[in-house]
Structures are given as structure tokens and as C-alpha cells.
């Protein structure tokens, strides 16, 4: 089976502020974009990865992802002729088959939704699963994407990684507290978020509105969708004090 890896990285990080995309900011090494992509390294099976990326900077992109998965091909879209000529196969002794991975870097759109769109449509059609990635979340671990595609496989249904809800959460009607829901039947999403591949491209076809995240946008369509454990280390760059704790984080420091 061949697994779809879509990472939208497409966004303008408004709320981070630095002035240029958020896929494209600089930590320890890296553009976030680069650090998604690196965690992918050692996935098992044949991958195909399509990454929706801020149209303005798609020769950038391009470059970056190429170089953060030294591995892929381009996929079939992008290649100039069918197929690569490859080195000499004895060169080591368990070489990756041309197609184990492939790479397609496409331009986004100007919602989350519409990049994750155009991203599926980039994918081969022989995938059977697809994981939907921020790259805002950059360093969830290649283990969660494989519990992730692991859980959509043996089940059927979508499937979105979850931590408990630390914080008591109140509903309000303006600044008023109407409800106080039962903090343990509440759990808060992360990404990579797994769909059997035909199910999500129709779900995807059929979405009227936007959707908050790609669970509900499948849910709406008619897909159960189920959870695993998320991972603390999947955590979302969003405001300048997450960039902080990611850089923390990279150095090794304690938290
Ligand atoms: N994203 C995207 N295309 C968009 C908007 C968002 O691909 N039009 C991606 C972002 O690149 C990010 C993920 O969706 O990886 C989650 O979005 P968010 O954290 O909101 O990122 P931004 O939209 O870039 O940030 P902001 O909302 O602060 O502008
Ligand atoms: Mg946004």
C-alpha cells in the first residue's frame, strides 16, 4: 500500500508575525517546512508526500522540500520525462525503489481547506490512506503518522490524534458562562489527521462550507471517525511564545 502525506504549509503565519510564511520561518536548522518533512524519514511502505505551499514562494518550496527528502522522486506531475535513470543497484544493499517516495509541491489556496484540496489532487490515485499535516506542527514524531495510518487501516474510519483538555472549558454567550462541559468527554485535535484515501477524496468533493479541521469536514461527508493518542510533541506554532517553546524544545532544554 502506498501511503498519501499531505502537509499544508501554505498559511501566512499572521499570528506569528515574522513577515514571510510561517512554513518558511528559520529554527535551529531548519524551515518548519523542512523539520515536517525530516520526520518522515524511515516511514515504512511507499509514500507520496504533496505539499500545498504559499504560491508566491514555490521555487523556495520546491528547493526546501527536495532537499528535506533527499529520497523522492518528483511525482509524475512534476517530472520532466517519465522516468528517472537510476544509479548503479548494488550500490547499497537495500536501495529505495524509485517510487518508494515521491514529492509534489503545488500551490495552496487561501483557506486551510482549499490547500488541503489541492494538495489531494496532487497525490497519485494509488494511495490507500491519506494523513493530513500542518506544518505548524512540525515535530510530531514519525511514530504518531504511522499510529495514525496504522488506526485508519485497521479500521476504515478517519482517524485524528488527541490529547486530554488540561484547562476546565466554558461556553459563553458574550462574556457570560453558559455551560461548563464535562472536561473528560473533551480532548483537543492534532494532526496528522488518517482517511482512507477514497473516502476523503469524496469528502473533499461534497464540503460545502469550511470545515475547522479535516475530521469535521469527514464527519460532515458521513466517515466515522475515531481517535488515538496524540503526541505532546506535536504541538502547533502559532503565536511567537510557541516558536519559543519549539526552539527550547530543539536545544534540549528543559521545559
Ligand atoms: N494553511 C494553508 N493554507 C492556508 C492557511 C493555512 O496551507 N490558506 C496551513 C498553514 O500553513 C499551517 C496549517 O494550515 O500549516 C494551520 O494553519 P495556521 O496555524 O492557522 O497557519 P497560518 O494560517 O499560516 O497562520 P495564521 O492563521 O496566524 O495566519
Ligand atoms: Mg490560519
Known amino acids: 500500500p502506498r501511503t498519501g502525506f499531505v502537509l499544508v504549509a501554505a498559511g501566512s503565519g499572521t499570528r506569528l508575525g515574522v513577515g514571510r510564511p510561517k512554513a518558511l520561518v528559520d529554527l535551529g536548522g531548519g524551515t518548519l517546512l523542512e523539520h515536517a518533512l525530516r520526520r518522515l524519514h524511515g516511514f515504512p511502505g511507499r509514500l507520496a508526500v504533496a505539499v500545498a505551499a504559499p504560491a508566491g514562494h514555490l521555487d523556495a518550496a520546491r528547493r526546501l522540500a527536495s532537499a528535506a527528502l533527499p529520497a523522492a522522486t518528483p511525482a509524475l506531475a512534476e517530472r520532466a520525462d517519465a522516468r528517472p535513470a537510476h544509479g548503479d543497484p548494488d550500490a547499497s544493499p537495500a536501495p529505495p525503489a524509485a517510487d518508494d517516495v515521491t514529492l509534489a509541491v503545488v500551490a495552496g489556496g487561501a483557506s486551510r481547506q482549499s490547500s488541503v484540496a489541492a494538495a489531494i489532487d496532487a497525490l497519485p490515485g494509488d494511495c490507500d490512506v491519506v494523513l493530513v499535516h500542518d506544518a505548524a506542527r512540525p515535530f510530531a514524531p514519525r511514530a504518531l503518522a504511522e499510529r495514525v495510518a496504522g488506526a485508519v487501516r485497521a479500521t476504515g474510519d478517519g482517524v485524528v490524534p488527541v490529547l486530554p483538555v488540561v484547562d476546565t472549558i466554558k461556553r459563553l454567550s458574550g462574556d ?13 485535535a492534532q494532526t496528522p489527521q488518517g482517511f482512507p484515501a477514497p473516502a476523503l477524496r469524496e469528502a ?15 464527519a460532515a461527508a458521513g466517515l466515522r471517525v475515531r481517535t488515538v493518542p496524540g503526541d505532546v510533541h506535536a504541538f502547533k506554532i502559532t503565536r511567537p511564545d510557541d516558536l519559543e517553546r519549539a526552539s527550547r524544545m530543539l536545544a534540549g532544554a528543559s521545559e
Open 176 to 188: 457570560r458562562v453558559v455551560e461548563t462541559p464535562e472536561r473528560s468527554s473533551l480532548v483537543a
Open 204 to 218: 473533499y468533493r461534497s464540503a460545502t462550507i469550511e470545515h475547522t479541521d479535516d475530521a469535521a469536514l469527514a
